[in-house]
């Protein structure tokens, strides 16, 4: 079945430091969208890319989905401990349903 | 931006019983809503698909006489896990897209302790 990876798992940084995450696809996407779950909370939703090669950026986060429309990234340039918690990319599946990625945890250190 | 609320936030109950968690869209109608369910240091994995009006889809390997999903109306979806067992605990998070959208609005988030 159709199934969505990131890497890392986890990521530890130093305060001011930047900090990337990759996701995946086994199947060309129509989008790609983005969550971040902080600590005890929910997912929150940041972004979504649709087009082939489209770069979107969010203050100091930068969104990109690949030429193929299979892959994508964040880049946190400078992390702030704000920036601190699981990031997930996810897919349109069958049915509107979202495939989930495993998450990128990111731990800042101040 | 839409909201979707989730009761009850935390919840902690005998094994054998039966919890309901119930998921509303506030400030608009969905039609469908998911059902997720999280363990520690996990991904979202999906449960169901809740759909309004008819019965649920439930993921390959989900218990559908377990976990009882009904979306009565356009604003409301419940979840029961019946006859909870303690490896029932986990994070139960449901959300919704707006109409014609596919980014999904979720839930805060139920915690479920059985013990």
């Known amino acids: 079945g159709q199934q969505v990876m990131q890497i890392p798992q986890y990521q530890h940084v130093q305060e001011g430091e930047d900090f990337t995450t990759y996701c995946n696809s086994s199947t060309t996407l129509s989008n790609i969208q983005w969550y971040k779950q902080r600590p005890g909370g929910h997912p929150v939703f940041l972004i979504q890319l649709v087009k082939s090669g489209e770069v979107k950026k969010q203050k100091r986060l930068t969104f990109q989905f690949g030429e193929a429309k299979k892959n994508s990234s964040l880049h946190i340039t400078a992390t702030q401990t704000t920036d601190v918690g699981t990031y997930f990319c996810?897919?349109?599946?069958?049915?509107?349903?979202?495939?989930f990625g495993q998450g990128t945890t990111l731990q800042v250190k101040p | 931006g839409a909201v979707v609320s989730q009761h009850p936030s935390r919840v902690i109950c005998k094994s054998g019983t039966s919890v309901k968690i119930e998921c509303r869209s506030l400030d608009f109608q969905a039609t469908t809503m998911f059902w997720y369910r999280q363990f520690p240091k996990q991904s979202l994995m999906l449960m169901a698909t809740?759909?309004?009006?008819?019965?649920?889809?439930?993921e390959q390997g989900v218990e559908k006489d377990k976990f009882l999903i009904n979306h009565a109306s356009l604003t409301l979806s419940t979840l029961t896990v019946t006859s909870a067992h303690p490896e029932d605990s986990s994070f139960y998070i449901c959300?919704?897209?707006?109409?014609?959208?596919?980014?999904?609005?979720f839930g805060p988030g139920t915690r479920l302790l059985v013990l």
């Open positions: 996810a897919g349109p599946g069958n049915t509107g349903k979202l495939i």
């Open positions: 809740s759909n309004e009006g008819s019965k649920a889809t439930y």
């Open positions: 959300s919704a897209p707006l109409q014609g959208r596919e980014t999904q609005y």
